[in-house]
């Protein structure tokens, strides 16, 4: 979680939502990372979870991450749930829930829903206040 947090304060830095994600393989080595870069490239999909996910495939050699584990800084939004889901990503760690979009238990829990062919363990609010802050951090002066 240290290297997710700080991908999500160089997010913010760069004026996008401050948001960090790495992947990691069975052992817990970083094969991957990525922070929000909507902003910066102009692509919706460009959710910190989506470019460590695709970096991760390319590392690997495979779309299949059967044994990896995505942490986020925030609770993923339907999309990245979706996406970590397709990859077959075993476990997602995140640190501060989303009460507005969430998709891992919040709003939704699209992660954990039996009725899809595949799930992730979920183990939620990892360093949570301090993901958190930062997210204050930068939407503050915007309201």
């Known amino acids: ?13 760069r004026g996008d939502v401050p948001v960090g994600a790495v992947v990691t393989d069975a ?38 991450l059967s044994g990896c584990t995505l942490v986020v800084t925030l609770e993923p939004c339907l999309m990245c749930a979706g996406a970590l889901l397709q990859a077959r990503v075993s476990r997602l760690v995140f640190g501060a829930w989303d009460e507005k979009a969430g998709a891992a238990g919040s709003v939704y829990d699209v992660v954990r829903d039996r009725r899809l062919p595949s799930r992730a363990e979920v ?7 301090e993901a958190s802050a930062l997210l204050r951090t930068f939407f503050d002066p915007l309201r």
């Open 123 to 129: 183990v939620a609010g990892v360093r949570e206040e």
């Open 27 to 64: 052992s817990g080595a970083i094969v991957a990372e990525g922070h929000n870069l909507r902003e910066v490239t102009g692509d919706p999909t460009a959710h910190a979870e989506v470019v460590a996910l695709r970096e991760a495939a390319a590392a690997l050699g495979s779309w299949n």
């Open 1 to 13: 979680m240290d290297r997710a947090l700080a991908l999500a304060a160089a997010a913010g830095e």
